[in-house]
């Protein structure tokens, strides 16, 4: 089965950095393109970045570019996102998620067919 877990979550202070993971298994990493998602509440689940398992071609939304960096080790089959200078806006829940083939929008949740169980992230001002 494929299963995604995503770990990392917390509490930290504005300006503060977070490093989240999504341990894949049941895939390997090479075929699939691996997306990270936030959701706030009471706002739609939007795409903050994704990273191409095959040729670690990487994407970010405007509002995080700059200060989060995705990266994969394909050997661990683990996907991660690096986030600095975290702001109070970035408060959400952050998912994995996976597709095993060319995304036409990588920011689109319906294009992803996997999700892990989220992880809070909680940015205090």
């Known amino acids: 089965d494929v299963q995604l877990q995503a770990s990392g979550g917390g509490l930290v202070q504005a300006g503060g950095s977070l490093r989240l993971s999504c341990a894949a298994s049941?895939?390997?990493?090479?075929?699939?393109?691996i997306g990270w998602f936030r959701q706030a509440p009471g706002k739609e689940r939007e795409g903050v970045s994704c990273v191409s398992g095959s040729d670690a071609v990487t994407y970010y939304s405007d509002s995080v570019l700059g200060r989060f960096t995705i990266s994969s080790d394909n050997a661990k089959n683990t996907v991660y996102l690096q986030m600095n200078s975290l702001k109070p806006e970035d408060t959400a829940v952050y998912y994995c998620?996976?597709?095993?083939?060319?995304?036409?929008?990588?920011?689109?949740?319906?294009?992803?067919?996997?999700w892990g169980q989220g992880t809070q992230v909680t940015v205090s001002s």
């Open positions: 049941g895939f390997v990493l090479d075929d699939y393109v």
């Open positions: 998620a996976a597709v095993n083939v060319v995304v036409t929008d990588w920011g689109d949740p319906q294009d992803y067919d996997y």
